[in-house]
């Protein structure tokens, strides 16, 4: 299983970006998809998951400007991110709980990170 992230870049202050993440090889069952980012010195940390079911949850510092979303026929999740800010500088890395077969357990999958910059 591979998760590929995209769409990071440089961005205004104000600005947005979306981001994507696709997960691909064999595949049985998605359970949730998350984003975490990692600013430089920080650790890292959670900024919005999105169960099966569909419901979402935010970091506090990221509510009313971020919305996760999933496309679940492409195994696909998206962040969209407007207003960004320059503290919202970070790499951003996917994470989906993925079932390989029926009878395996959920295991946890990371993306490559993509490089957010906000400049101010």
């Known amino acids: 299983v591979q998760l590929q992230a995209s769409g990071g870049g440089l961005v205004q202050a104000g600005g947005s970006l979306r981001l994507s993440c696709a997960a691909s090889g064999s595949i049985f069952e998605i359970n949730s998809m998350t984003w975490y980012r990692q600013a430089p010195g920080k650790q890292r940390e959670l900024v919005a998951t999105?169960?099966?079911?569909?419901?979402?949850n935010y970091a506090d510092s990221v509510k009313g400007r971020f919305t996760i979303s999933r496309d679940n026929a492409k195994n696909t999740v998206y962040l969209q991110m407007n207003s960004l800010k320059p503290e919202d500088t970070a790499v951003y890395y996917c994470n989906a709980r993925i079932q390989t077969t029926a009878f395996n357990p959920y295991r946890d999958f990371w993306g490559q990170g993509t490089l957010v910059t906000v400049s101010s």
């Open positions: 999105i169960p099966s079911d569909g419901s979402t």
